[in-house]
């Protein structure tokens, strides 16, 4: 992969994970080439798939979401690996679904208002055929969140 991108690329793509928004006019001042250059290069790394979006970041507890967990999942049968990922996806409160090694098939990260939600959805909405057992890790503070720095 590295070699379809070079040092203005490594350069362009740090500058967007900063901040997705940036006008490419400043990009382009602060790395000393022309606009064009910039939007060029971002839509070669578009069609690369090495760009594949931007995104805003929520503060979820802003929103009334003050418990986040992760769940590990293990499955009684990986042929249902699948269908039980499609029935995890319906939740609103599952935000990310992780195949996964070792000690659980799936890995999952849930956002919900309080306990008396997780409960409900570890208990009663997560009853779900082939789920064998769940394990949950409540979240007390992130400490990190980046993405690769480039």
Known sequence: ???QIDGLDKEILTALNAD??????EIARDLNVARA???SR????KE????QGSKIVVNHEAL??????FVG????D??????????LEVFPECIEIHTTTGAYNLFIRVLVANVGELHELLTHKMKIMGILSTETFLILHTHLTRDLVI
């Open 1 to 3: 992969m590295t070699e």
């Open 20 to 25: 997705a928004r940036r006008p490419f006019m």
């Open 37 to 39: 250059t910039v939007h």
């Open 42 to 45: 971002i839509n070669r790394m």
């Open 48 to 51: 690369l798939g090495i760009i």
């Open 64 to 69: 009334g979401y003050g418990i986040s967990a």
């Open 73 to 76: 999942l293990k499955l009684s």
């Open 78 to 87: 990986k042929a249902t690996h699948e269908s039980i990922k499609e029935e």
